[in-house]
């Protein structure tokens, strides 16, 4: 990689840092990197959650910018800073506008910001709404796998909403060796769910059901992912978990406290998943106390603690950043690798302190 040295009055050349070209990788780039490599990007999420159980990550608070004029519209910014072999530092900006799938267009778009941590300069810009369901999916695959151990394995899956984030769970299902002898479907818009069914089809996934209501799908599944765009919890019934399924709630807001209260309930990160609003917030705020919590995905891989198989499980992933930075950066690497990354020349144009 080609880098720029700026002029420093009285420094020897060879101490000036160098100042990395800033890279565009739109999202063409990046979906070409990261199709058929969802076992590599389980393996790099899995080595990310234990860098950040072992406290080589920094990953502050996600900020929220929300709208008065556009209640159920947001836009999140997650800085974070990844440890390890592959030190990178940097920025997600993804915005949530739910509206736009009635006009057709995704729900979500974003750009991922990589920054060098030697000089602090930005050194790439990543179309992220891929790399945001990649990461997504991957700990949703690493969870169900994790999680199911102990237990006589699913076999029934069930979507409860048919979007992207769906569409690529099933995927890294399908990749990382998961069959189902069936899979059911539940979305509000009928128009989605019919889609999803079509997609699961052609797909190969055998025999898909679309469920008139939320129970019925919850009842007959043992493995379930929520991935909806819910801002408060819909589901109160713990007796429709009676069979002891395992729950990926990936969208956070769908389940009621009680629902938590009668489960066995893992986070990717405590203190991240329990605020703005979370099913597992509500429940803390309802409690007084976390101890609900069995733990962290961390913890299970570790073998910290041991997922008990007579109770619902309930896996509750904030999203960190340092995940789309661990996906970002091999992305990145991988591009530059081939030699096709699209320079940016004179991005940074003031490189002298005085001009």
Known sequence: MTTMRPAHEGVPQADVPAVPPFAVIPGSQVKHVLDGREKAMVEVIEATYRLHGAARTVNPPSSFLRFP??????????????????RVDGLKWISSFPTNVAAGIPRASGVLILNDPATGYPYA????????????????ASAADRLSRGRPRPTRLGFVGAGLIARYIHTYL???????????????????????????EQSGAGRVTVHDSAREL?????????ATVADRPHIDDPDWFGHNPVVLHVSLRDLAPQVLLSATNVVDDVDHCLRAGTSPHLTETLTGNRDFLLGTLDDVLAGRVTVPADRPVVFSPFGLGVLDL?????????????GDLRI???????MRRHG
């Open 218 to 226: 919850i009842r007959d599944s043992d493995l379930i992912v929520f």
């Open 69 to 86: 004029d556009r209640p159920t519209s947001r836009i999140i910014a997650l800085p974070a800073s990844l440890g390890g072999g592959s």
């Open 125 to 140: 810009c990543l179309e992220t709404s891929i790399i945001s369901a990649v990461r997504t999916a991957a700990s949703a």
């Open 174 to 200: 399908d990749a990382t060796g998961w069959s189902f002898d069936a899979v059911g479907v539940h979305d509000l818009s009928a128009g989605s769910a019919s889609a999803f069914r079509t997609y699961l």
């Open 326 to 338: 661990a996906v970002g950066k091999f992305v990145y690497e991988e591009v530059a690798r081939s």
């Open 344 to 350: 940016i020349d004179n991005f940074f144009h003031e």
